[in-house]
Nanobody, 123 residues
């Protein structure tokens, strides 16, 4: 049984950077692909980035590619999202998620979610 906890959100200005962290308890994340999703006010939850179990197979949403970097440290049971050049449209609650498999495909979705951390970007 795994519990995911996000941290690192906050209020920043456009162009600033934030680093989100996701830590797990209960069991190791090392065998599973991990991802970051976000949900803006009035919007559905959307994919941001994902990473396979050993740190490869990284995938980004078009909105994140070139600005955001996902990484993981399995020894620390942690996943990170480094966000740079933040824009007001990045404002959302960001969720850490665990996939049920070691590799990410377009056919699977996360099965475990954190509680979310708020990121607010002002213009």
């Amino acid at each position: 049984q795994v519990q995911l906890v996000e941290s690192g959100g906050g209020l920043v200005q456009a162009g600033d950077s934030l680093r989100l962290s996701c830590t797990a308890s209960g069991r190791t994340l090392s065998s599973y692909a991990m991802g970051w999703f976000r949900q803006a006010p009035g919007k559905e939850r959307e994919f941001v980035a994902a990473i396979n179990w050993r740190g490869g197979g990284i995938t980004y949403a078009d909105s994140a590619r070139g600005r955001f970097t996902i990484s993981r440290d399995n020894a620390k049971n942690a996943v990170y999202l480094q966000m740079t050049s933040l824009k007001p449209e990045d404002t959302a609650v960001y969720f850490c998620a665990r996939y049920p498999t070691s590799l990410i495909t377009k056919y699977n979705s996360p099965t475990h979610w954190g509680q979310g951390t708020q990121v607010t970007v002002s213009s």
